[in-house]
């Protein structure tokens, strides 16, 4: 029984959800192999070969694999998986991407965002906003999975020595799609799924420039900022800030909820939290039932005595 653990990359860096990736992997049984597909990321190759216990590093390089389009990568990893009883990937925006196509492409069903290893098939997953779990059992002859991150401890970056062999990738572009550009907003802070802390605004910020306040305090922290669904539907900011189970799954060691309620699609994006604190003016908010602190305040009283305190202490 072999593995393999798609790998989230840019052609130049491994992403560090691919590392609990890895770690559910582990935990299924067996050898565990690496698939590196893109164009000219042969440094992406060599630091997955570094990755513990994996034992073989597929690198399939190709210009159509260069952006990771679905429509061309998921005939890639189909056509591997014949090799493999697990085919699996983060259950981020990249494994939600394509992972639906390659389990379409071999006739099974998905298994998605598992979030514990019961046996080699079956898993547990969360449904309902994460108000219940599901145990799943899958009979199909190979598992198609995406994991969520939050719920896997990273395997060691370091330690490995897999072997790295080249594949022929057989990717053609698509011709139902065309890559048309690239955007991504840049910051000097921590990326939101991966930072130490996140603080995060709800609708009670009221606009977009008070989210100034977090940013000053994030700055102090070296933390990430996030929001709610009604802060980013209402225009405050971007929906790349939007944690939640529409956005993204974050797990950090601190979170700070600052006028957010506590509304289910909310917490069921950071209620994996290792500390959960919150400021609300609302006592009776939800989001005091899973804070571990919770301070009942104007937020525009306490965010600024918040950052003359952190100034204090630096």
Sequence with gaps: MSNLVVAEHDNSELKPATLNTVTAAAQIGGDVHILVAGHECGAVAEAAAKVAGVAKVLHADAPALEHGVAENLAPVVARLA???????????????NFMPRVAAALDVAQISEISDVESADTFVRPIYAGNALATVQSKDETKVITVRGTTFEPTAAEGGSAAVETVDAGAEPSDKVTFAGLEESSS???????????????????????????????????????????????GYVPNDYQVGQTGKIVAPELYIAVGISGAIQHLAGMKDSKVIACINKDEEAP????????????????????????DKSA
């Design 287 to 310: 989001i005091f039932q899973v804070a571990d602190f919770g301070l009942v305040a104007d937020l525009f009283q306490a965010l600024p005595e918040l950052s003359k305190e952190l």
């Design 82 to 96: 014949a090799d493999y009883s697990h085919v699996l990937a983060p259950a981020t925006t990249f494994g939600k």
């Design 188 to 234: 000097e802070r921590p990326e939101l799924t991966t930072a130490r802390i996140v603080i995060s605004g709800g609708r009670g910020m009221q606009s977009g420039d008070n989210f100034s306040m977090l940013e000053e305090i994030a700055d102090k922290l070296n933390a990430a900022v996030g929001a709610s669904r009604a802060a980013v539907d209402a």
